[in-house]
């Protein structure tokens, strides 16, 4: 495995990312809407650089068929969730063909939340062409398959504390 991102740098950038929301959500009481799995490490250090009041919640999404073009299908579970009238940060771990994102911002926005941003750990290429803004970004990472903070590969590696690129020959 090939290390992308260390631990140090990957502190950094969420510390910069949190007191970035804090100051955008100043009296804004917005909820944190975490897209299970991935986000489970990027969101709880995330959690503790934001220095103002919020709310957490989690939905759930994967993607059947061809995962790699717009003909994927997204599920997503919303754990009842309802975002009316509430300021919204959707956080992923990571964007690639935008497809999850795409989904989730169309479902929530039915709901009629007073605004809606992304924040997303982590951008691949493609997601450049896809139909969604990205407002708070992590890093961009090149087209290959990471793991690490988080994110994992046959749900391993979730817990590594940095980001790698797992050699394409072994999966
Ligand atoms: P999208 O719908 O944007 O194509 O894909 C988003 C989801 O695909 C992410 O939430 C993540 O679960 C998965 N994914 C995309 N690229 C990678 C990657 O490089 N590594 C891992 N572990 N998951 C990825």
């Known amino acids: 495995m090939k290390i992308i991102l260390k631990k140090e740098q990957i502190t950094e950038r969420v510390e910069y990312l949190g007191a970035k929301i804090s100051a955008d959500y100043m009296d804004k009481n917005p909820v944190l809407i975490g897209c299970l799995k991935g986000c ?3 969101l709880a250090d995330l959690m503790r650089e934001i220095t103002i009041p919020y709310t957490v919640e989690f939905v759930r999404t994967s993607t059947y068929g061809e995962s790699r073009t717009s003909s994927g299908i997204v599920q ?12 919204t940060v959707i956080v992923e771990d990571i964007v690639d063909t ?9 479902t929530l926005t039915k ?12 951008v691949k290429p493609g997601a450049y062409d896809a139909p ?16 690490g903070y988080g994110l ?9 504390p940095y980001l790698a690129v797992v050699d394409e020959k072994s999966l």
């Open 76 to 87: 997503a579970d919303f754990f009842d969730l309802n975002v009316r009238g509430r300021h």
């Open 132 to 147: 969604v803004t990205i407002d708070y970004k992590g890093f961009d990472v090149p087209d290959e398959f990471v793991v």
């Open 98 to 106: 935008g497809l999850t994102l795409s989904y989730l911002i169309t």
């Open 152 to 160: 994992d590969w046959n749900e391993q590696y979730r817990g590594i």
């Open 40 to 42: 489970v490490v990027f």
């Open 111 to 122: 709901q009629d939340p007073l605004s809606l941003k992304v924040c997303a750990f982590l």
